[in-house]
Each structure stands twice: as structure tokens, then as C-alpha cells.
């Protein structure tokens, strides 16, 4: 069974800061997907990032990067510059690529302070 | 745009009278999921269609059931809510091939008060 930990419930960062995003994740599966969803305050979720795992570049999205590394089972994601607007919850999820679901972890709820 | 619409927004029923929300796409996709998703936690899949295919959770409840009726549309009827049952019940749509990335395309919402 595929699981998908984010140890960290809860970050506070000063605006303009870099933070990281821990997550990480189980699977004996090969052909597999991973993202960042980004939900804001009463606001609908977002995908932020996303990583095959057959591609060994790091995915970047502007100031998003992931730090995928595969032996280790890791997929952090690294907001660089964050802005008042990155406050949200954060969610790791991750896909087999032959199953239509997609698994979430339990978030990080990230607050970026003014 | 293209996107993701679910109706009502807020939606208010009474213990065990039951309810339906609503959910269209114009994204032409396979599939549709309905999540439950309590304060704070991650979204739970209830279930997922791929095209007229429905699959269920093992842990979804009898009292939740579902009905797409074409593409476009997707249903989320609650038999009978109970005061568990409050929650922000989200759709999503995904095209569930390689070329779209297989990214899930959220709708905004519909927060469920049970009274």
C-alpha cells in the first residue's frame, strides 16, 4: 500500500523567506506521479508542483521547486521569496500512474508573516 | 474559462433529510471524484467515475451515493445526513491520461451544515 507522510502539521516563516516542505512517501511501484496542492483559506485547492517519477530533474514552477529524491523516497517542495499570498495549506499527494486515484498526505499548514 | 463548478456553495439540511450537491465540469474529463474533507484534514476520496465506471471506497458510507448522468455532470446525494456528515465536500475532475499530466482539477466546495 502506497502512504504519504508530511511530518511538519504546522510552519510560520517571515515574508520573503525560503521554506521547506517535508514530505515523504512509500510505494514499491516504479511508474508513479507526486504533486503539491496548495489550498488557501476558504479558497478551492490548486496544484503548485508537479514531479514525474521517471524524470530526474527537479521539477520548478517560478519560486516552487521540489527536491525529489527517489532511493530516499523524499519530495520536499521549496518556496523561495514567500509572499503573504503562500499562506495555505499545503498538501503532499502522490499517484500510481495505472490507478486513477491519488493519494494525500495529511498536510502542512504554512503561514507566512508580514 | 474552463473549470470546475459545484452548487450550492453552502448548503444547510436537517439531521437525516436528505440532500444532493451538484457538480459540472467543462473540461471535457474521464473522470470525477467526490472528497469529503473535515476541518483541517486531508480530502477523503469517497468515490471516483471513470466515464460511466463508478468506484467505490471500501469505507464509504451506504448512506453516500452518486449518479453521473453524462460527462459534464456528477451528483453526490446523502441518504440521510447525520451531524458526522457536516463537512466541505469537494469535486474533481481529471482528463486520467499522461498528456494532462494527471493533475485533479478542483472545484471550490460545498460546506455541508447538518442542523
Known amino acids: 500500500a502506497q502512504t504519504v507522510t508530511q511530518s511538519q502539521p504546522e510552519m510560520s516563516v517571515q515574508e520573503a523567506e525560503t521554506v521547506t516542505l517535508s514530505c515523504t512517501y512509500d510505494?514499491?511501484?516504479?511508474?508513479?506521479?507526486l504533486f503539491w496542492y496548495k489550498q488557501p483559506p476558504s479558497r478551492q485547492m490548486i496544484l503548485v508542483i508537479r514531479?514525474?517519477?521517471?524524470?530526474?530533474q527537479n521539477a520548478t514552477e517560478n519560486r516552487f521547486s521540489v527536491n525529489f529524491q527517489k532511493a530516499a523516497k523524499s519530495f520536499s517542495l521549496k518556496i523561495s521569496d514567500s509572499q503573504l499570498g503562500d499562506t495555505a495549506m499545503y498538501f503532499c499527494?502522490?499517484?500510481?500512474?495505472?490507478?486513477?486515484?491519488?493519494?494525500f498526505g495529511k498536510g502542512t499548514r504554512l503561514h507566512i508573516l508580514p | 474559462d474552463a473549470m470546475v463548478i459545484q452548487n450550492p456553495r453552502y448548503q444547510v439540511t436537517q439531521f437525516g433529510k436528505p440532500v444532493t450537491l451538484s457538480c459540472s465540469q467543462t473540461?471535457?474529463?474521464?473522470?470525477m471524484y467526490w472528497y469529503q474533507q473535515k476541518s483541517s484534514q486531508a480530502p477523503k476520496l469517497l468515490f471516483h467515475y471513470y466515464d460511466k465506471d463508478f468506484n467505490n471506497e471500501a469505507d464509504t458510507p451506504d448512506n453516500f451515493q452518486s449518479r453521473r448522468p453524462n460527462t459534464s455532470f456528477c451528483f453526490l446525494d446523502i441518504r440521510s445526513p447525520g451531524l458526522g456528515d457536516a463537512a466541505m465536500y469537494l469535486c474533481?475532475?481529471?482528463?486520467?491520461?499522461?498528456?494532462?499530466?494527471?493533475?485533479?482539477?478542483f472545484g471550490p466546495g460545498t460546506r455541508l451544515t447538518v442542523t
Open positions: 510505494t514499491s511501484e516504479n511508474n508513479y506521479y
Open positions: 499527494a502522490f499517484k500510481i500512474a495505472r490507478d486513477d486515484k491519488i493519494i
Open positions: 514531479q514525474e517519477a521517471y524524470k530526474q
Open positions: 474533481a475532475t481529471s482528463s486520467g491520461s499522461e498528456g494532462w499530466g494527471y493533475e485533479q482539477y
Open positions: 473540461l471535457n474529463h474521464n473522470v
